[in-house]
């Protein structure tokens, strides 16, 4: 059975700590991994890497994807309040782009 | 905003009804997801989508149906409610090899 897990679950920071949240997964045909940032209500996406990108940056947010430890990595930089949010990471497969299997996400809480 | 509309934004009803979610995918997409978001599952692919054909299904209940209409949008119809349906649902859309990119949802609540 596909799977995809996420951690930790949650965890709380301050202001300008860096925070590495992990996603590992274990699917058939893997095809894509996403990231999205939640916050009140729409998965906001962030990065998509595949086997042509495995790697992924936009400003103080980036991404690698390790295929053959089959996981990825989401750090934050320099963390401010606005990051606060629930992160979800998903995973697609050959099956059909855009059927996504995603983790129970990892909420962040950066406080002043 | 990622240019995948949905309405309503809330529907409030009543066990045993039916109802209708629609979507508009952004401007280009030819593929239309739909997904279900609650506290104890979350997020569930339902079904997809693809230029009006159906093109792959997850666990999606039979008390639940989906179409994708001639100009791309898409309804997706909720019968017999239970208040197990009550969930976030999410409508979103892309091109083949790009990313997914989500509506604001429909939050439904079933009484």
């Known amino acids: 059975e596909d799977k995809v897990v996420q951690s930790p679950l949650s965890l709380v920071v301050h202001e300008g700590d860096t925070v590495t949240l992990n996603c590992s997964y274990e699917v058939t045909n893997f095809r894509s991994l996403l990231w999205y940032k939640q916050e009140k209500k729409a998965p906001t996406f962030l990065f998509m890497l595949?086997?042509?990108?495995i790697e992924k940056k936009s400003g103080r947010l980036s991404s690698i994807l390790d295929k053959k430890e089959l996981f990825s990595i989401l750090n934050i930089t320099a963390t401010q309040t606005g990051d606060s949010a629930i992160y979800l990471c998903a995973v697609g497969t050959a099956d059909s782009w855009g059927k996504l299997q995603f983790g129970a996400g990892t909420q962040v809480v950066v406080t002043p | 905003d990622s240019g995948v509309t949905q309405t309503p934004k809330h529907l409030i009803t009543a066990t045993g009804q039916r109802v209708t979610l629609r979507c508009s995918p952004r401007?280009?997409?030819?593929?239309v997801y739909w997904y279900q978001q609650s506290l104890d599952q979350g997020l569930q692919f339902l079904i997809q989508y693809y230029n009006g054909e159906e093109r792959a299904k997850g666990n999606i209940l039979e008390r639940f149906s989906a179409q994708q209409f001639p100009d791309l949008h898409s309804e997706l119809n909720l019968s017999s409610l239970e208040l197990g349906d009550s969930a976030l649902y999410f409508c979103?859309?892309?091109?083949?090899?790009?990313?997914?990119?989500f509506g604001p949802g429909t939050r439904l609540l079933v009484l």
């Open positions: 979103a859309s892309s091109a083949t090899g790009t990313a997914v990119y």
């Open positions: 595949t086997s042509s990108g």
């Open positions: 401007s280009g997409d030819l593929s």
